[in-house]
């Protein structure tokens, strides 16, 4: 059998750096990565595709153009495609993503482009 | 602005029902569903499409025909499509389900079909 359970709790004990997504489960092409998010993130945009921020622990903001979401553990947002954002948390924060396999975390390569496809 | 937080647990409190899945967000063309597990479900399988448990509150098993695994609050589990499976929990459960649009819940049309696309 090669159904296994995934514990998020033990997966975030595994890395500790920041925004740097770690992939922890695949469904069909689409991946679910853990994060933890500290500071500021840059703006950017994801053109082909919705990405999901699901907050598992501590406290996050997503900032719009027009305007922003705070999250807090147990929330979640869906940021539609090309649509320009900027996360950030005062505090670290774990976060899951959940977006299609290749997307790049700044949108477009930058200083804070991290590798893809790291699974922990 | 469109984008609005999403609170599982306030979306939660908004129904009662076993085994029937409310959508609570869609990114691209997947589902963010939430349900209430209790006692079992029947034997299915999802011919097109992976399918993820994510367990919000509570315990459940899935049950396959090599195996189970055994779930409790912040572990998720990924069904490969075609895979037989059968979800159960001796006591309630809340349990997120991620999935393309439009996959019925008990495979093909049942007893136990829930309606699809009802949003809460």
């Not at 299609?100 to 997307?103: A, K």
């Not at 390569?109 to 804070?112: A, D, I, K």
């Given at each position: 059998m090669k159904q296994t359970k995934i514990s998020i709790a033990k997966k975030l004990s595994k890395f500790s750096e920041h925004w740097s997504p770690k992939v922890i489960a695949e469904m069909n092409d689409y991946q679910f990565k853990l994060a933890k998010f500290k500071d500021e993130f840059t703006w950017h945009k994801h053109d082909d595709t919705d990405e999901v921020f699901l907050v598992i622990e501590g406290d996050m903001t997503i900032e719009f153009k027009d305007g922003q979401v705070e999250l807090t553990s147990g929330e979640m947002c869906v940021v539609p495609k090309g649509v320009l954002h900027k996360p950030s948390a005062k505090n670290e924060c774990s976060v899951m993503l959940i977006e299609?396999?290749?997307?790049i975390n700044t949108g477009e390569?930058?200083?804070?482009t991290a590798p893809n496809d790291v699974w922990i």
């Open positions: 299609p396999r290749g997307v390569e930058g200083e804070l």
